[in-house]
C-alpha cells in the first residue's frame, strides 16, 4: 500500500513564501502530483513531478526527489487567495490507475 | 473544452433511505471516472473507479455501490443510508491519472 505525510497546518504572511513538504511510502513510485482545494469547493491540480527535480509554474513549483521518497510544494509570492488546502498525490505499480491522497494541509495566509 | 457536472450540490437524506448520486463529463472520451468521499477537514477517500462502461473497481467495503451504464455517466448508489455516509462526495474523470479533473462535488448529510 501506499501513505504519505505532509503536515496538517502552515501558516504565512502576504508576500512570503511557503514550503509544504510530503514524504511517501510507496511500491513502484511512478510521480507525485499537487492539487489545492479552497474551502467548499473541489480539488483543481497544480503540478505534476514524474522525473526529479523542480517544475515551475508562476508562482507555484512543485520538486521531487525519488531517492528520498520526498517532495514538496513552493509559493511564492503569497497572496490572499492561496489560503486554502493543498494535498500530494502518489501514483505507483500496485494501483496504476488511482492516486492515492495525502491528507492535506491546510495553509493560511495572513495580511 | 471538457466539463463535468454533479447533482444535486446538497442533499439531506434520512438514515436509511436510498441515495443516487449522479455524475457526467461532455467533451472528452473513454474517460477513467472516480467517486471519492471527504469528510469535513479531511483527505479523499477513493471509493470507486472506472476504466470503462460497466467496468468498476471497489476500493473501501461499504453500502455504497457505483454503475456507469454510459461512458461519460457515473451514479453513486446506497439502497440505505448510514449517519456515516455523511460526507462531500465527489466525481472526477482524467485520462492521464495524474490529472484529475473534479467536478463540484455533492453535500450529503445523513440524519
Known amino acids: 500500500g501506499q501513505s504519505l505525510e505532509q503536515p496538517s497546518e502552515v501558516t504565512a504572511v502576504e508576500g512570503a513564501i511557503v514550503q509544504i513538504n510530503c514524504t511517501y511510502q510507496t511500491s513502484g513510485f511512478y510521480g507525485l502530483s499537487w492539487y489545492q482545494q479552497h474551502d467548499g469547493g473541489a480539488p483543481t491540480f497544480l503540478s505534476y513531478?514524474?522525473?526529479?527535480g523542480l517544475e515551475e509554474t508562476g508562482r507555484f513549483s512543485s520538486f521531487l526527489s525519488r531517492s528520498d521518497s520526498y517532495g514538496y510544494l513552493l509559493l511564492q509570492e503569497l497572496q490572499m487567495k492561496d489560503s486554502a488546502s493543498y494535498f500530494c498525490?502518489?501514483?505507483?505499480?500496485?494501483?496504476?490507475?488511482?492516486?492515492?491522497f495525502g491528507s492535506g494541509t491546510q495553509l493560511t495566509v495572513l495580511p | 473544452s471538457q466539463t463535468i457536472h454533479q447533482w444535486p450540490a446538497t442533499l439531506v437524506q434520512p438514515v436509511g433511505s436510498p441515495l443516487s448520486l449522479e455524475c457526467t463529463v461532455e467533451?472528452?472520451?473513454?474517460?477513467?471516472l472516480y467517486w471519492y468521499r471527504q469528510a469535513a477537514g479531511r483527505g479523499l477517500q477513493l471509493l470507486f473507479y472506472s476504466v470503462g462502461i460497466g467496468q468498476i473497481s471497489s476500493e473501501v467495503p461499504q453500502n455504497l455501490s457505483a454503475s456507469r451504464p454510459q461512458d461519460r455517466q457515473f451514479i453513486l448508489s446506497s439502497k440505505k443510508l448510514l449517519l456515516s455516509d455523511s460526507g462531500f462526495y465527489l466525481c472526477a474523470w482524467s485520462v492521464v491519472q495524474e490529472t484529475q479533473y473534479f467536478g463540484p462535488g455533492t453535500r450529503l448529510l445523513v440524519l
Open positions: 498525490a502518489v501514483r505507483d505499480r500496485g494501483s496504476a490507475r488511482q492516486l492515492t
Open positions: 513531478n514524474g522525473l526529479d
Open positions: 467533451g472528452t472520451s473513454n474517460p477513467n
